[in-house]
């Protein structure tokens, strides 16, 4: 009885420690007032800020940037990061693996300050030394991304494909099937859940991204936490309120939606491994 | 020269000066008929583990090589603001000119040794007060009932899909000294001239954990979920309090997922560099925003490069435990 109090207790202050921050954005996103914490209860609930936040060209040039860059680095990360998680989860033994694990676990912990650095110094001296690739931009922002997103993809897809035992893949073998079948027939499918995580996941790192992007954009390719930091510097103004409040609601929409699709899918497979081994 | 025979498309375009001096030193030096060495050689798996693994290499392993090289060079006004390493010195003799003088400056300059130090007490701190908080939330969704925990978990994920930048914004507006926090108090009467909390340690711990505290809640729920409830029935059966047996069973547990989650959050929080330029102290720099500003404001690379390293070293052995609890957590799965 005593625990089920403590528990609740710290359920409650945890999630008001993690909640009320995000609401107080959303409440103070329909203030009239420019003043940000001032709640001008005359004019208010206004939708003034999300008119000003939808002719702002900067801030939707660059959050059309983000989205591009964001989507480019998760369609890379989760083919690499598929394959580093394949590569130690399933090919057993081989030389220079521990590098290979290092490699995809050190991102995970390396301070961004470093990374940054670190890429934007590897790009120059690959100018100079190759011509490639031209200035900074898209491009090296992308490598960047998918660099250290790829390292959370290998992790998550590691971590289901040693939840699966290897005798599926092991009697396709047997059967016959080539490795690549074997993947793209077995393996996969089983994944895709992981892959499906990894590409969100990824997604929302590089969408967020501030500091590597700071170090190895170049002019004219500002993404959206570049902007907002830049105007976070200078005050705080109201219609980031009306973007956070936009992003929140587009993000527990898709969050609540994309759980529930791995609900289902989850019950599906549950249903039709039930169904199979009735019909031995 | 050996490799013109098999390569002669690109010994033409070496002869016109068309190809990079990398370039030029691997066709110097590779193999003869490598890229047959590679077609037939580099096939299935060989090929699978090659992609991941050139990619980490170029982009995550060399770059920090050539910070460690650029570490040892000597600024200079140009572009690239610094001196090559190394240089053609007449015929075939390369001079090599080690410089020691960024790592001698950052030990001359208390700045930086202050600065270190401050990093690694407020991320020490914040990671402590991360584990206070995301401890028994962690245990609290371990013991809820399935559905509960799907929940919780998702409530505990959320935030960290939104924008990080947005949510230490929001912060800003909480602890302003005409913020929502200073407001509420001061209606309500508990205080009479509002308290002075952005720009103090105080708002870089709470932007810290805040922002850090779901890597400390995953890695622990993931231990504490796995536990064999037996193990506390039967300390309770022998007669144990409650509390006895989370400190004397459960707790012991749990140590390699409290591990994890302190690595998660004190690692990256050394170096932080977007919270305490937006909350923190102005006469207190972070490691993070002393490096941001040699390389930006200073444009001094080399001693950023040295700040850089210096972090790395002293980051070294944390991440090597992460690494190690994280490969053994994933091999034990199987």
Same mark, same amino acid.
């Given at each position: 009885?005593?625990?089920?109090?403590?528990?609740?207790?710290?359920?409650?202050?945890?999630?008001?420690?993690?909640?009320?921050?995000?609401?107080?954005?959303?409440?103070?996103?329909?203030?009239?007032?420019?003043?940000?914490?001032?709640?001008?209860?005359?004019?208010?609930?206004?939708?003034?800020?999300?008119?000003?936040?939808?002719?702002?060209?900067?801030?939707?040039? !660059?959050?059309?940037?983000?989205?591009?860059?964001?989507?480019?680095? %998760?369609?890379?990360?989760?083919?690499?990061?598929?394959?580093?998680?394949?590569?130690?989860?399933?090919?057993?033994?081989?030389?220079?693996?521990?590098?290979?694990?290092?490699?995809?676990?050190?991102?995970?912990?390396?301070?961004?300050?470093?990374?940054?650095?670190?890429?934007?110094?590897?790009?120059?001296?690959?100018?100079?030394?190759?011509?490639?690739?031209?200035?900074? &931009?898209?491009?090296?922002?992308?490598? %960047?991304?998918?660099?250290?997103?790829? !390292?959370?993809?290998?992790?998550?897809?590691?971590?289901?494909?040693?939840?699966?035992?290897?005798?599926?893949?092991?009697?396709?073998?047997?059967?016959?099937?080539?490795?690549?079948?074997?993947?793209?027939?077995?393996?996969?499918?089983?994944?895709?859940?992981?892959?499906?995580?990894?590409?969100?996941?990824?997604?929302?790192?590089?969408?967020?991204?501030?500091?590597?992007?700071?170090?190895?954009?170049?002019? &004219?390719?500002?993404?959206?936490?570049?902007?907002?930091?830049?105007?976070?510097?200078?005050?705080?103004?109201?219609?980031?309120? !009306?973007? %956070?409040?936009?992003?929140?609601?587009?993000?527990?929409?898709?969050?609540? &939606?994309?759980?529930?699709?791995?609900?289902?899918?989850?019950?599906?497979?549950?249903?039709?491994?039930?169904?199979?081994?009735?019909?031995? | 020269?050996?490799?013109?025979?098999?390569?002669?498309?690109? =010994?033409?375009?070496?002869?016109?000066?068309?190809?990079?001096?990398?370039?030029?030193? *691997?066709?110097?030096?590779?193999?003869?008929?490598?890229?047959?060495?590679?077609?037939?050689?580099?096939?299935?798996?060989?090929?699978?583990? $090659?992609?991941?693994?050139?990619?980490? *290499?170029?982009?995550?392993?060399?770059?920090? *090589?050539?910070?460690?090289?650029?570490?040892?060079?000597?600024?200079?006004?140009?572009?690239?603001?610094?001196?090559?390493?190394?240089?053609?010195?007449?015929?075939?003799?390369?001079?090599?000119?080690?410089?020691?003088?960024?790592?001698?400056?950052?030990?001359?300059?208390?700045?930086?040794?202050?600065?270190?130090?401050?990093?690694?007490?407020?991320?020490?701190?914040?990671?402590?007060?991360?584990?206070?908080?995301?401890?028994?939330?962690?245990?609290?969704?371990?013991?809820?009932?399935?559905?509960?925990?799907?929940?919780?978990?998702? *409530?505990?994920?959320?935030?960290?899909?939104?924008?990080?930048?947005?949510?230490?914004?929001?912060?800003?507006?909480?602890?302003?000294?005409?913020?929502?926090?200073?407001?509420?108090?001061?209606?309500?009467?508990?205080?009479?001239?509002?308290?002075?909390?952005?720009?103090?340690?105080?708002?870089?711990?709470?932007?810290?954990?805040? =922002?850090?505290?779901?890597?400390?809640?995953?890695?622990?729920?993931?231990?504490?979920?796995?536990?064999?409830?037996?193990?506390?029935?039967?300390?309770?059966?022998?007669?144990?309090?409650?509390?006895?047996?989370?400190?004397?069973?459960?707790?012991?547990?749990?140590?390699?997922?409290?591990?994890?989650?302190?690595?998660?959050?004190?690692?990256?929080?050394?170096?932080?560099?977007?919270?305490?330029?937006?909350?923190?102290?102005?006469?207190?720099?972070?490691?993070?925003?002393?490096?941001?500003?040699?390389?930006? =404001?200073?444009?001094?690379?080399?001693?950023?490069?040295?700040?850089?390293?210096?972090?790395?070293?002293?980051?070294? $052995?944390?991440?090597?435990?992460?690494?190690?609890?994280? =490969?053994?957590?994933?091999?034990?799965?199987?």
């Amino acid at each position: 009885m005593r625990s089920r109090v403590v528990s609740t207790s710290a359920l409650l202050i945890g999630f008001s420690f993690l909640y009320i921050p995000i609401l107080s954005m959303v409440v103070f996103s329909f203030n009239n007032s420019r003043l940000v914490t001032v709640w001008d209860a005359q004019n208010s609930p206004t939708l003034k800020w999300y008119y000003e936040l939808f002719s702002n060209e900067q801030i939707l040039g !660059a959050a059309w940037l983000s989205i591009r860059i964001a989507a480019m680095t %998760a369609s890379i990360a989760v083919v690499l990061g598929t394959l580093a998680g394949l590569v130690l989860a399933r090919f057993g033994p081989f030389k220079g693996r521990t590098l290979l694990s290092g490699m995809t676990t050190a991102p995970l912990v390396m301070p961004e300050v470093i990374t940054g650095l670190s890429m934007l110094l590897l790009f120059i001296s690959m100018e100079q030394l190759l011509g490639w690739p031209k200035g900074r &931009g898209v491009l090296t922002i992308t490598i %960047a991304h998918v660099t250290f997103a790829m !390292a959370y993809v290998t992790v998550i897809v590691q971590s289901q494909l040693a939840g699966f035992d290897d005798s599926l893949e092991e009697a396709a073998m047997d059967l016959g099937a080539r490795p690549a079948k074997v993947f793209f027939r077995i393996t996969l499918p089983l994944i895709l859940p992981a892959i499906a995580s990894g590409w969100l996941l990824s997604f929302t790192l590089s969408w967020d991204d501030l500091v590597i992007s700071q170090f190895v954009a170049g002019p &004219g390719s500002s993404t959206l936490p570049m902007v907002i930091f830049s105007k976070m510097r200078l005050g705080v103004s109201p219609d980031v309120n !009306a973007l %956070a409040t936009i992003l929140v609601l587009f993000v527990a929409m898709g969050v609540v &939606g994309g759980s529930l699709w791995m609900h289902r899918l989850e019950k599906r497979r549950a249903r039709e491994s039930q169904l199979a081994a009735s019909d031995l | 020269m050996s490799n013109d025979r098999h390569y002669p498309a690109l =010994s033409a375009r070496l002869a016109s000066g068309r190809v990079g001096p990398l370039w030029a030193l *691997l066709f110097r030096l590779a193999p003869p008929r490598w890229s047959e060495y590679v077609l037939t050689h580099w096939t299935g798996k060989k090929l699978v583990i $090659a992609m991941p693994y050139l990619w980490l *290499l170029l982009f995550f392993l060399v770059p920090f *090589l050539i910070v460690f090289k650029i570490s040892f060079s000597e600024a200079r006004i140009a572009m690239p603001p610094y001196a090559p390493l190394l240089e053609w010195a007449g015929n075939q003799v390369v001079a090599i000119k080690l410089n020691m003088g960024n790592y001698a400056f950052l030990l001359t300059d208390d700045l930086y040794a202050t600065s270190y130090l401050y990093s690694v007490r407020v991320a020490a701190i914040s990671a402590l007060l991360c584990l206070l908080i995301g401890y028994p939330m962690a245990y609290a969704i371990a013991r809820s009932t399935p559905t509960w925990r799907s929940v919780f978990l998702l *409530l505990v994920i959320l935030p960290f899909w939104t924008s990080f930048l947005l949510r230490v914004y929001a912060w800003i507006g909480l602890l302003k000294s005409n913020g929502v926090i200073n407001n509420v108090l001061m209606a309500l009467g508990v205080i009479d001239t509002p308290i002075t909390m952005m720009q103090t340690d105080f708002a870089v711990y709470i932007g810290i954990v805040y =922002s850090y505290l779901p890597f400390m809640i995953l890695p622990l729920y993931a231990n504490l979920e796995k536990h064999d409830q037996t193990l506390v029935e039967a300390a309770a059966d022998l007669g144990a309090r409650p509390l006895k047996t989370f400190l004397r069973v459960t707790l012991p547990l749990s140590f390699p997922g409290i591990v994890a989650g302190v690595l998660l959050v004190f690692i990256p929080a050394v170096g932080e560099y977007v919270i305490p330029s937006l909350l923190g102290r102005a006469d207190q720099l972070m490691i993070g925003r002393v490096l941001a500003d040699e390389f930006f =404001s200073n444009r001094d690379w080399p001693v950023a490069s040295a700040v850089a390293i210096c972090m790395l070293i002293l980051l070294v $052995a944390p991440i090597m435990v992460f690494q190690r609890i994280q =490969s053994r957590e994933l091999e034990a799965r199987r």
